[in-house]
């Protein structure tokens, strides 16, 4: 049953982190377009984060063009939530 169900069952430690050492991060235009909402310090661990597995991150065309046809209207709102708080 493991066999055909794989994803209800717990992966062992060690399968685990051999994944996790050897796959490749594939994003989404919203986790660019989110890097404006976040705080600061969230946004400094995450890029921090991306630093350490920048070898095995890839960006499809499509994520790419989706973040650069939305970063303009992402970026009105970051403005304004900062400009209220002063």
Known sequence: MKDLFPGHFKESQENLREVWDSCVFVFDANILLNLYRYSD?????????LEKINDRVWLPHRAAE?????????TPCVRIVVVSNF
């Not at 310090?41 to 984060?49: C, I, K, M, P």
């Not at 989706?66 to 992402?74: C, D, G, K, Q, T």
């Open 41 to 49: 310090a969230t946004r400094n661990e995450f890029l921090s984060l």
């Open 66 to 74: 989706e973040y650069l046809n939305n970063r303009l209207s992402v």
